[in-house]
């Protein structure tokens, strides 16, 4: 009887029902069809994060950070919590059946008697008839947030990869400039004790000493305070890895400046690729979301019908109870009617479309965002190339203007003052030759990063 009793249920919820749940359509993209840029094309653009890392040491450090980080690991447990969320809901759109067994004992005094009855029984739960799709798409909408959830996990994943490059090329760039102000504090050192040995020799006036002092102790202030910046971003760099990171793994002055490498963006590149970003993504699962929680909230405008039932068999002895005991069953559908509710859940499916419409207008904001961090990333890409050559030469510049500068002075025919300004050029144009190199690599980690990152 149970069993009959399931297939006409299933049979009867599967046949004739209706999804009340506004059709998706994506949104167009509220954004050029593509970017306008020069660069040309050499290869495809990198699929993960290891073929654009090319540095075995930052790949190993990145990894290091994936397994480790507790924001990452906060991401993936969330998706466990949202598959649970998930078969929670799916759950709910199939019959539940639960099983019992009872035995009771009852004694009358009046007959100085006790009786015993066995019984078993299979029951079928409340069970909706989904004619309306409210059971479905409580189902998809669970469906669709466990996938922004899994987007959001891709989402932390490429940030901490692109935060952790950051930080290395970070620590190295500091590391390079650590080494520039002791070579600066040697060099400034050695240039003090010459005019001092001079000042002795009469060919040097105090003026000279006390300037070729001034340089030195500038430079032990900066050797002081970008040792100190090197061991905020070793701190920095084994908070985003989660552990402290080998020093075999940490970037040296020497490091190459090319650690990190993006694939030239082809020029015409179209904005569709952002769809495949994580953050755009979960936002489109969402909007699909919000369509299911429309036919939600509709489906309570009419009627539901739910089936309650239960077959089993009751016996005075537990040998007769399957063979001789009697059968009992209960069938209960019920069926709820909306009459009156002073509009309550008209107001519901009027802020269900509203929630709607405002996950459309997220989703288009996240794709309009996205283009722009692609955007900025493209435009200050473009002058990089022709800023490093031009600072490269300045470099070059300095540099000879500072050799000349102390070779007159060593002969006598000019003034330590010209060295001093000479010096504070050069040392300012290869601290800013640093900074820009920096940028450059980061530039390439934030278009990286823009551009959706990878697995």
């Keep these: 009887m149970m069993r009959r009793l399931l297939i006409v249920a299933t049979a009867v919820a599967m046949s004739g029902c209706a999804n009340l749940a506004p059709r998706y359509e994506r949104p167009a993209a509220p954004v050029p069809e593509r970017w306008d840029t020069e660069t040309a094309a050499r290869s495809p653009l990198p699929t993960d994060w290891p073929s654009f890392i090319t540095d ?16 990452l690991r906060v991401a993936t447990l969330n998706i466990e ?27 009358s005094a009046a007959t100085d008697a006790t009786t015993t009855q066995y019984s078993v029984a299979l029951g079928l739960n409340r069970y909706e008839l989904d004619f309306f799709g409210r059971v479905r798409n409580l189902s998809a909408s669970a469906l669709q947030d466990f996938f922004a959830v899994e987007e959001n996990r891709r989402n932390t ?26 070579d600066t504090l040697a ?30 102790e500038a430079a032990r202030v900066d ?3 970008f040792t100190s910046r090197v061991a905020q971003d070793r701190h920095a760099l084994d908070l985003l890895a989660g552990a402290p990171v080998p020093a075999e793994l940490l970037p040296t002055a020497d490091t190459a400046t090319a650690a990190s490498l993006l694939i030239d963006v082809p020029a015409g590149l179209p904005s569709d690729v952002l ?37 089993g068999r009751q016996s005075p002895g537990l040998s007769k109870l399957f063979g001789h005991g009697t059968g009992v069953w209960s069938f209960v559908p019920q069926i709820d009617i909306p009459l009156f509710d002073a509009g309550a859940r008209r107001a519901d499916v009027q802020a269900s479309e509203a929630q709607l419409q405002i996950a459309v207008a997220t989703y288009e904001g996240t794709i309009q965002s996205a283009f722009r961090d692609v955007s900025d990333a493209l435009s200050e890409r473009a002058t990089l190339a022709d800023r490093l050559a031009a600072q490269d030469a300045l470099v070059e510049a ?8 102390d070779a007159l002075f060593k002969s006598g025919a000019s003034s330590y003052l010209d060295v001093l300004v000479a010096q504070r050029a050069l040392y300012s144009a290869q601290q800013s030759a640093i900074s820009l190199r920096l940028a450059e690599q980061v530039n390439r980690v934030v278009l990286y990063r823009a551009l959706g990152g990878g697995d």
């Design 81 to 107: 919590r949202a598959r649970a969320e998930y078969r929670i809901a799916r759950a709910e759109a199939l019959p539940s059946v639960d099983g019992s067994a009872a035995v009771s004992r009852q004694h």
């Design 275 to 311: 769809l495949r970003r994580p953050d755009v993504l979960a936002a489109e699962h969402r909007l699909r979301a919000a369509h299911a929680d429309v036919g939600v909230v509709r489906a309570a405008l009419f009627p539901s019908i739910a089936l309650t039932a239960s077959v």
């Design 157 to 182: 994943q490429a940030a901490l990869v692109a935060e952790v490059a950051t930080a290395w090329l970070t620590l190295a760039a500091d590391t390079e400039r650590l080494r520039l102000v002791r």
């Design 398 to 405: 300095s540099q000879r203007a500072y050799d000349l500068s």
């Design 223 to 225: 050797v002081g305070a």
């Design 187 to 216: 060099n400034q050192e050695t240039a003090y004790d010459l005019v001092r040995r001079t000042r002795a020799l009469g060919g040097a006036s105090g003026l000279t000493v006390t300037q070729a002092r001034t340089t030195v």
């Design 56 to 71: 075995e040491r930052l790949r190993q450090v990145i990894a290091l950070g994936l397994r480790n980080n507790r924001d």
